[in-house]
């Protein structure tokens, strides 16, 4: 059973814990809040978590792994911290500011002999797996992915009274450290590491993207990424081919694919549905957390897949003049 702490009490984390319980290989142990009262009423479902507001006396908790979900701009500090004490780290998404702060978090990890994991839960799903098995064969030429939601923190964002901290440069929040990395992540996984990378922002006067429209320069083909936090879509991502478009429901919690050939004939790809939409990449990490030695080739495959969306993000960023204030 692998000993985990948790560093923020936000709903995620909840979530992450839920995850991790249920894969069976994991003991939610000790939290940390910056208050002690958030630190007990995150844990009130379950017995035996110590629970912490000091992160000093949090980090000499005698842990396997410390899953950390504070707001963007914390995480490196969080992480540094939590590697220099002696612990592995699983960082929620975007895992950094920049690839300068990701770099050198992976240096650090690596001369202590411990173990950085970006949360990036979509490319552990099934689903991604299946099609860049689908995609072997298949010469692309395009795709266009969409991750659109109205977030739960725009009624707060209208109101003007407290910005909260996903549309605040402070925390380097915006919509391309939130959905975008979805996309990102699902681009870098199916095609590689783009060449160039391009961002056309609605920039809040906060500072950061309210929404976007990318693209992902492959050379002789491109990748069209759009993604907002103020309206819903409702539009599928899709993948071309030479021989056809590959139809996703979704680019996140894919519950559906399916492959229409260039004379429209269908063929569904067979994506299993996850217990949990963190389970996956809870489990992953697990595997990794358990043998090391043995997951070495699947640890450099990670870190390979979160440089290349640092980079990417952090140059889609700079042309969109979003610049924030870790940077
Ligand atoms: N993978 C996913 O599906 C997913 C979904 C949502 C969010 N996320 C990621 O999870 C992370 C947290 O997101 P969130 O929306 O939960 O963020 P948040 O509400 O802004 O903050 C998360 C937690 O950090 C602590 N915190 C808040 N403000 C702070 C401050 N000013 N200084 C220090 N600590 C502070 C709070 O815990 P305490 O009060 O206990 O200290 C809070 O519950 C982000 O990186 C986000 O991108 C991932």
């Known amino acids: 059973m692998l000993k985990l702490g948790v560093i923020g009490t936000g709903w995620i984390s909840s979530s992450f814990v839920?995850?991790?319980?249920?894969?069976?290989?994991?003991?939610?142990?000790?939290?940390?809040?910056r208050t002690l009262a958030g630190a007990v009423s995150f844990t009130e479902d379950w017995d035996h978590v110590a629970v912490y507001n000091e992160l000093g006396e949090f980090f000499q908790h005698d842990l396997d792994v410390i899953y950390?979900?504070?707001?963007?701009?914390?995480?490196?500090?969080?992480?540094?911290?939590?590697?220099?004490?002696?612990?592995?780290?699983?960082?929620?998404?975007?895992?950094?500011?920049?690839p300068k702060e990701?770099?050198?978090?992976?240096?650090?990890?690596?001369?202590?002999?411990?173990?950085?994991?970006?949360?990036?839960?979509?490319?552990?799903?099934?689903?991604y797996k299946k099609i860049k098995d689908f995609l072997a064969d298949k010469e692309v030429i395009g795709a266009d992915f969409t991750y659109s939601k109205y977030s739960s923190k725009m009624p707060a964002l209208?109101?003007?009274?407290?910005?909260?901290?996903?549309?605040?440069?402070?925390?380097?929040?915006?919509?391309?450290?939130?959905?975008?990395?979805?996309?990102?992540?699902g681009s870098v996984y199916w095609f590689g590491k783009p060449d160039s990378a391009y961002y056309?922002?609605?920039?809040?006067?906060?500072?950061?993207?309210?929404?976007?429209v990318g693209c992902l320069d492959y050379g002789?083909?491109?990748?069209?990424?759009?993604?907002?936090?103020?309206?819903?879509?409702?539009?599928?991502?899709?993948?071309?081919?030479?021989?056809?478009t590959l139809v996703l429901d979704a680019i996140s919690e894919i519950k559906s694919?399916?492959?229409?050939?260039?004379?429209?004939?269908?063929?569904?790809?067979?994506?299993?549905?996850?217990?949990?939409?963190?389970?996956?990449?809870a489990v992953d990490f697990a595997g990794i957390l358990n043998d090391p030695a043995g997951q070495q080739a699947a640890?450099?495959?990670?870190?390979?897949?979160?440089?290349?969306?640092?980079e990417t993000s952090y140059k889609m960023r700079e042309r969109a003049g979003i610049v924030y204030d870790a940077d």
Not at 228 to 244: C, D, M, Q, V
Not at 299 to 310: N, P, R, S, T, W
């Open 220 to 244: 002789n083909y491109k990748v069209a990424v759009k993604n907002a936090g103020n309206f819903n879509s409702y539009l599928p991502s899709e993948i071309y081919t030479t021989t056809g």
């Open 18 to 33: 839920e995850a991790a319980l249920l894969t069976k290989q994991y003991d939610i142990d000790a939290v940390y809040s």
């Open 200 to 212: 056309n922002a609605v920039v809040l006067p906060s500072g950061v993207d309210l929404s976007g």
């Open 299 to 310: 640890y450099q495959e990670l870190m390979d897949y979160a440089l290349a969306v640092a």
């Open 102 to 127: 990701l770099a050198e978090i992976i240096a650090l990890a690596e001369s202590k002999g411990k173990l950085f994991f970006e949360a990036a839960r979509n490319i552990h799903e099934d689903a």
């Open 158 to 185: 209208l109101e003007g009274k407290k910005l909260p901290n996903k549309f605040n440069k402070a925390f380097s929040g915006g919509l391309l450290a939130d959905l975008g990395v979805y996309m990102l992540y």
């Open 68 to 98: 950390i979900a504070s707001p963007n701009s914390l995480h490196f500090e969080h992480a540094k911290l939590a590697i220099e004490a002696g612990h592995n780290v699983i960082v929620e998404k975007p895992a950094f500011s920049n």
């Open 257 to 281: 694919a399916k492959f229409i050939d260039l004379e429209g004939n269908e063929e569904k790809l067979v994506c299993k549905p996850a217990k949990h939409n963190l389970y996956d990449e």
